[in-house]
């Protein structure tokens, strides 16, 4: 029983354009979402969050939009660069200490020169 | 100055060998973690620990069992591996406002 659905396993993107990857969720309880990048042989690498009670973060060319009526956030990247190729992982966690993150299984982005 | 760091990066084993991974944190956050990314690529929680006490055990064999001999370090071990427990392991640790979680590098487990 997933609670955090990533839907498209992969997605390719022309360098220069916008890169959107989407993320669904179960659970009306969780307080934050998270997105992370994955590169081959290495840890997730925290990119960007967004508390429950916003709709909209920006941190340079990324932009996170939470829509809670319909569990649904998405990650836009802009421009996309080919050193954006790597895997997303989206993420979901309540706000107590030691509450684990609960991961979708990933989106792998591909960004074409 | 890696944040996160584990050791080893790969671990070869055989069936029913005992065997640790070593995780510390130069963060100086409260909480830690070990998560499993099994073949199918799943994160998956296995223990937290917030100030060296054990917050989260999920539905882990008791084969498993992390140590947290102070706050920056939070070590797994594992006892009579199994190939089933072939896996990549990550340790992480948290200390943002929306439980951002800062990641090592993981251990990939191979048991023969």
């Known amino acids: 029983d997933q609670q955090v659905k990533q839907n498209s396993p992969s997605l390719s993107v022309q360098e220069g354009r916008i890169s959107i990857l989407n993320c669904d969720y179960t659970?009306?309880?969780?307080?934050?979402f998270l997105w992370y990048k994955k590169y081959p042989a290495e840890g997730p690498t925290f990119l960007i969050s967004?508390?429950?009670?916003?709709d909209k973060n920006e941190d340079g060319r990324f932009t996170v939009f939470l829509n809670k009526s319909a569990k649904h956030l998405s990650l836009h990247i802009v421009p996309s660069q080919p050193g954006d190729s790597a895997v997303y992982f989206c993420?979901?966690?309540?706000?107590?200490?030691?509450?684990?993150?609960?991961f979708g299984k990933g989106t792998t982005l591909s960004v074409s020169s | 100055d890696t944040a996160v760091s584990q050791t080893p990066k790969y671990l070869v084993t055989q069936m029913g060998n005992d065997k640790s991974i070593k995780c510390e944190q130069n963060?100086?956050?409260?909480?830690m973690y070990w998560y499993k990314q099994d073949s199918k690529k799943f994160l998956k929680i296995m223990f937290s620990?917030?100030?060296?006490?054990?917050?989260i055990n999920e539905t882990v064999p008791n084969r498993f069992s992390p140590k947290s001999p102070d706050k920056a370090h939070l070590n797994l071990h594992i006892n009579s591996l199994e190939l089933g427990d072939s896996a990549v392991y990550f340790c992480?640790?948290?200390?943002?406002?929306?439980?951002?979680?800062?990641f090592g590098p993981g251990t990939r487990l191979t048991v023969l």
């Open positions: 620990y917030n100030n060296k006490e054990l917050i």
């Open positions: 659970n009306s309880m969780f307080d934050y």
């Open positions: 963060l100086g956050h409260d909480t």
């Open positions: 993420a979901a966690s309540a706000v107590d200490a030691g509450t684990a993150l609960i």
């Open positions: 992480a640790s948290s200390g943002g406002p929306h439980n951002e979680q800062f």
């Open positions: 967004i508390s429950s009670i916003k």
